[in-house]
């Protein structure tokens, strides 16, 4: 894979409407081994619980504040700059405690493919 800038323009966000959130997928190449999609949730929504089967995530908090749940971890409240780690296969769920849009970037390895996603709800 070589160098290259990649753009949101002309990127469609669309809404997960079982996931209950908003996602723009900015990378997702197939020469990748990784994808990276923003993610955003309205204020006093909180995501369904699910899990990825074989691909683990990272939450890189932008805007906004949440409370996660991962695993068996007690609830957390997260903020811009705080990274979530989530193993493959773990149980995830995160709630928009703000006023404002809580937006994130997930990082999946290896790529984020919608047969790996299961819904626990």
């Known amino acids: 894979m070589g160098p290259r800038i990649?753009?949101?323009?002309?990127?469609q966000e669309f809404f997960a409407a079982g996931?209950?959130?908003?996602?723009?997928e900015v990378w997702q190449v197939p020469d990748d081994s990784l994808s990276i999609a923003r993610v955003r949730v309205e204020p006093g929504v909180t995501t369904q619980w699910h899990a990825l089967e074989g691909v683990t995530e990272r939450y890189i908090i932008?805007?906004?504040?949440?409370?996660?749940?991962?695993g068996e971890l007690?609830?957390?409240d997260v903020g811009p700059g705080d990274v979530v780690f989530i193993p493959a296969g773990v149980r995830q769920r995160i709630a928009n405690l703000g006023p404002g849009e809580l937006i994130f970037y997930c990082v999946c390895t290896p790529r984020f493919h919608p047969e790996c996603y299961r819904p626990l709800e």
């Open 6 to 11: 990649a753009r949101v323009e002309g990127i």
């Open 19 to 24: 996931e209950r959130c908003h996602i723009l």
């Open 62 to 70: 932008g805007e906004g504040r949440g409370r996660m749940e991962v």
């Open 74 to 76: 007690p609830p957390a």
